[in-house]
């Protein structure tokens, strides 16, 4: 049987493959750029061995900056399952106060503007679809601020 490491490793693993790289998503609490895929402890069959915790699902993690990951993973472990949502919306909260609307939506466009290349790169969306992606982003609107990120 592969350790808890490995297999804790395979299903980050498996989530960059299926949504790309952490760092082409904003951070889902405040908005900018994202560095780790982060386990959101909802799966209902999460795998708990040898101190590691997972999900072999790659619906239940979503894109973090490493504060708020810390942030979040510190509080499971202190309070548990029952505080996330509410950790969740404080982060949310604190992450709006810090980062201004414009930041994040150059955030938004530019992190978009990577996985959009990359997805084309990869084969996954064709160029008809991919400049039909930027047309409904609004990426073209704000080019140069997302390009200054
Ligand atoms: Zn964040």
């Known amino acids: 049987m592969p350790t808890a490491e490995y297999e804790y490793k395979a299903a980050h693993k498996r989530v960059v493959e299926v949504k790309g790289p952490a760092s082409h998503k904003p951070c889902q609490f405040c908005g900018t750029f994202a560095a780790e895929w982060s386990y959101n402890h909802q799966d209902p069959a999460e795998v708990y061995r040898d101190g590691y915790l997972w999900s072999e ?10 504060r708020d990951h810390r942030a979040y993973d510190r509080a499971f472990r202190q309070h548990g399952k029952a505080v996330l949502a509410a950790v969740a919306d404080a982060l949310t909260e604190a992450g709006q106060q810090r980062y201004d609307e414009e930041l994040r939506e150059a955030v938004k466009a530019s992190t978009f ?4 290349v990359r997805e084309t790169a990869l084969g996954n969306i064709s160029p008809e679809q991919c400049a039909a992606l930027a047309e409904t982003s609004g990426e073209r609107h704000s080019p140069q601020r997302a390009g200054a990120i």
Do not use: I
């Open 57 to 66: 699902s790659t619906a239940y993690y979503m894109p973090l900056c490493k």
């Open 113 to 116: 503007h990577r996985w959009r």
